[in-house]
């Protein structure tokens, strides 16, 4: 037990740290939020309006890939370097994680996350939006603020 007495003493003084830095916070500073105080900082610019749209499910699944890929490199390496000492069972754990890996891959592109920019355009609209959705007939259409709706059909008024 001798051996952890630094580790435990070295975690109990960040518990106190920690509370010790929560406790002084309370007491010495008064809650006075203003408008400039819970806005979101973004460089120093201060946002005029609303952001046109928000980013879509497809850039998150994307980055997520990205993590899952660097912590299957992160795996990999010392699995190469060590196959021999380490045997059948880990190949099988690295072939079970690159299988599920793999998989999530298929599925983003299947949804169609990695098509961004000219190739989505390229495509048209998707099938699973109906060609009779306007501006009108929908909710909320973000960016359509202010915006002049056209007419639909021929003989309609704007």
């Given at each position: ?14 518990v106190?740290?920690?509370l ?14 203003t ?7 973004e ?35 010392p699995y ?20 599920v890996?793999?998989a ?26 109906s ?12 960016g ?15």
């Amino acid at each position: 037990m001798g051996q952890y007495l630094a580790i435990v003493l070295l975690l109990g003084l960040g518990v106190l740290f920690a509370l010790g830095s929560f406790m002084t916070n309370k007491l010495l500073v008064k809650g006075r939020p203003t408008a400039a105080k819970v806005a979101p900082y973004e460089c120093g610019i201060v946002p005029s309006k609303e952001p046109p749209e928000r980013f879509g499910v497809s850039f998150y699944l994307v980055a997520m890939l990205f993590i899952i890929f660097d912590i299957e490199i992160v795996f990999l390496y010392p699995y190469v370097v060590a196959r021999a000492e380490l045997g059948a069972y880990a190949f099988f754990e690295i072939l079970a994680f690159s299988v599920v890996f793999f998989a999530a891959i298929v599925y983003v592109v299947a949804k169609g996350g990695l098509d961004w920019g000219p190739i989505r355009r390229l495509r048209g609209l998707s099938p699973a939006i109906s060609a009779e959705r306007t501006t009108t007939s929908t909710i909320r259409r973000v960016g359509a603020d202010g915006r002049r709706v056209e007419p639909s059909e021929p003989g309609e008024a704007a």
